[in-house]
């Protein structure tokens, strides 16, 4: 079993689009998955630009196979980047927590 804990800071003034995004684009699509186990999002209530994802995946190739499919979606990644531009713009700062 693959466990994601990733935090992002999400742009100043772009909370909203991003929540869409997750709620439109990134959890149906994980959901869709059967390798995909968990997929939850929080929104921290004091920092209301901290997100918290938590994902549980089956395997490895589950997890490569959602993200490809992102990209399906969305778009290019930057070069050096594993998700699409698209997705990437709304994000100031993120990291792997576990």
């Known amino acids: 079993m693959?466990?994601?804990?990733?935090?992002?800071l999400v742009k100043d003034g772009r909370e909203t689009e991003f929540s869409e995004l997750?709620?439109?684009?990134?959890?149906?699509?994980a959901k869709k998955f059967s390798g995909c186990k968990l997929f939850s999002l929080f929104q921290n209530r004091d920092k209301k630009r901290e997100f918290?994802?938590?994902?549980?995946w089956d395997k490895e190739q589950s997890v490569l196979?959602?993200?490809?499919?992102?990209?399906?979606?969305?778009?290019d990644p930057k070069p050096g980047e594993e998700f699409p531009e698209a997705m990437?713009?709304?994000?100031?700062?993120?990291?792997d927590l576990i």
Not at 2 to 8: D, K, N, T, W
Not at 22 to 29: A, C, F, N, R
Not at 52 to 56: D, G, L, M, S, V
Not at 65 to 75: F, S
């Open 2 to 8: 693959i466990e994601i804990l990733y935090r992002v």
């Open 22 to 29: 997750v709620e439109k684009t990134l959890m149906p699509e």
């Open 52 to 56: 918290i994802f938590y994902e549980k």
């Open 65 to 75: 196979e959602y993200k490809q499919k992102l990209i399906t979606l969305l778009g």
């Open 88 to 95: 990437n713009n709304l994000i100031e700062e993120d990291e």
